[in-house]
């Protein structure tokens, strides 16, 4: 029974999609993020911090960080820096196919405030 049941968990696991396994953020900015949440477009409805993912739980400069819990689409994307200032860079295309979903670069950080 226990190898039934193991079978079907690794059956499943397999057969889900790649992008569910393997979405990542790129940060292209010169900042490091201790916060990275997204909300579907035009909602206010943000999820996890994201940079719980990752062991010094932040994302660097020319970083990348595995995101989870969400489906490709078009996302909210608020950032913390590390100095705590905050940015909302809005309907980001987060994509299903490629190793990097997204990633958002300095000149993307026009609306933050200090």
């Not at 990348?64 to 950032?79: A, E, F, H, S």
């Not at 979903?101 to 993307?108: C, K, N, S, T, V």
Request: hydrophobic fraction near 45%; proline fraction near 5%; aromatic fraction near 6%.
């Amino acid at each position: 029974m226990r190898r039934a049941v193991l079978a079907l968990a690794l059956l499943a696991a397999a057969s889900a999609p790649a992008w569910a396994r393997d979405l990542q953020f790129w940060n292209q900015t010169a900042r490091e993020f201790k916060a990275v949440e997204l909300a579907p477009a035009g909602t206010n409805k943000f999820g996890k911090n994201q940079t719980d993912n990752d062991p010094d739980h932040a994302v660097s400069a020319d970083e990348r960080l595995k995101i989870t819990g969400i489906v490709p689409g078009k996302y909210d994307v608020k950032l913390v820096d590390t100095a705590g200032r905050t940015c909302l860079v809005p309907d980001v295309e987060v994509k299903g196919t490629g190793k990097v979903a997204f990633a958002i670069g300095e000149a993307q950080l026009t609306h933050c405030t200090p």
